[in-house]
């Protein structure tokens, strides 16, 4: 059984960059998309982007300027870095497998979700 | 972006009901459409994935159908476990975009 399990800092001042990390387990990282989706606190699911295991990404083109996406296959894991932080980016982050091949995407497995406040 | 409209955004039902939520697309999605399960507190499961292909282990109580720009999730007879938010998302065009969520609560 694939699990994932998010991990970072839970408070982000405004302007500093966040970074998450997530670690894989149960399941190779190879010939999947790894995704990071977030949820601000009473709302909806929003796709971050995704990076598959040979390194390649796509971004959402409204963070695309902040965000970079990396993974770490040897150590299972792959990481999230967004810059320049505002209220905005308060939201729960769940990192997730992409299960499909192309333009499509299916979440199949997900971590539990790491909540981020924003604050000084 | 695609824009997915949910309705309605909320229902009351009870259980042995059956329930109906309703995904419209802003443009064609052919039938790159998931629907996910959210409980308070958890992260989302794949439910149906391709508008209307079980994922393993749902209960086949779990139906969708559609193509195109409209889609249905159905659950034929409401258990006491499915009260939750359900979603909506396609991916037939970047960025993939959800709807806004319905959630089902009980009566």
């Known amino acids: 059984q694939v699990q994932l399990q998010e991990s970072g800092p839970g408070l982000v001042k405004p302007s500093e960059t966040l970074s998450l990390t997530c670690t894989v387990s149960?399941?190779?990282?190879?010939?999947?998309?790894w995704t990071w989706i977030r949820q601000p606190a009473g709302k909806g699911l929003e796709w971050i982007g995704r990076?598959?295991?040979?390194?390649?990404?796509n971004y959402n083109p409204s963070l695309k300027s902040r965000l970079t996406m990396s993974v770490d296959t040897s150590k299972n894991q792959f990481s999230l870095k967004l810059t320049s932080l505002t209220a905005a980016d308060a939201a729960v982050y769940y990192c997730?497998?992409?299960?499909?091949?192309?333009?499509?995407?299916?979440?199949?497995?997900w971590g539990q979700g790491t909540l981020v406040t924003v604050s000084p | 972006d695609i824009q997915m409209t949910q309705s309605p955004s909320s229902l009351s039902a009870s259980v042995g009901d059956r329930v109906t939520i309703t995904c419209r697309a802003s443009?064609?999605?052919?039938?790159?459409l998931n629907w996910y399960q959210q409980k308070p507190g958890k992260a989302p499961e794949l439910l149906i994935y391709?508008?209307?292909s079980f994922q393993s282990g749902v209960p086949s109580r779990f139906s969708g159908s559609g193509s195109g720009t409209d889609f249905t999730l159905t659950i034929s007879s409401l258990q006491p476990e499915d009260f939750a938010t359900y979603y909506c998302?396609?991916?037939?065009?970047?960025?993939?975009?959800f709807g806004g969520g319905t959630k089902v609560e009980i009566k």
């Open positions: 149960g399941g190779s990282m190879s010939s999947y998309y």
């Open positions: 990076v598959y295991s040979n390194g390649s990404t």
């Open positions: 391709a508008a209307s």
């Open positions: 998302q396609q991916s037939y065009s970047a960025p993939p975009t």
């Open positions: 443009q064609s999605v052919t039938y790159y």
């Open positions: 997730a497998r992409d299960r499909s091949w192309g333009t499509a995407v299916t979440l199949d497995y």
